[in-house]
């Protein structure tokens, strides 16, 4: 048995489209990116980063891009945390070396 289709008008609305992104979405990227090769702009995605969450937190869902700055957020909090320990290598190696100057 055959039933006839539904009436037109029926069914799920749509979605809608996507909330904007932060403003600072692509800028807090970029910088994460770029940390990569430059490890000094990684405390800059990392502050940046989390202030642009907490403002997406807050903004209950009225703005987007949390993905992406959360992908400039991380990468940013690594390559801080490499240059950190990159610092404290160099230092390390400083004292070592003046050590040994002095005890010789």
Not at 49 to 60: F, M
Not at 71 to 93: A, C, D, M, N, P
Request: net charge neutral; with cysteine.
């Amino acid at each position: 048995m055959s039933y006839p289709p539904p009436p037109p008008g029926y069914g799920y609305p749509g979605y809608g489209p996507p909330p904007p992104d932060h403003p600072q979405t692509t800028t807090v990227l970029v910088l994460g990116i770029v940390s990569l090769f430059c490890a000094l702009s990684g405390p800059f995605a990392w502050v940046m980063g989390k202030k642009a969450l907490n403002e997406i937190d807050a903004s209950g869902g009225t703005v987007g891009g949390r993905s992406n700055v959360m992908i400039g957020y991380v990468l940013g909090i690594v390559t801080s945390v490499v240059l950190i320990l990159y610092l404290l290598l160099i230092i390390f190696f400083i004292v070592l070396a003046i050590i040994g100057a002095a005890s010789a």
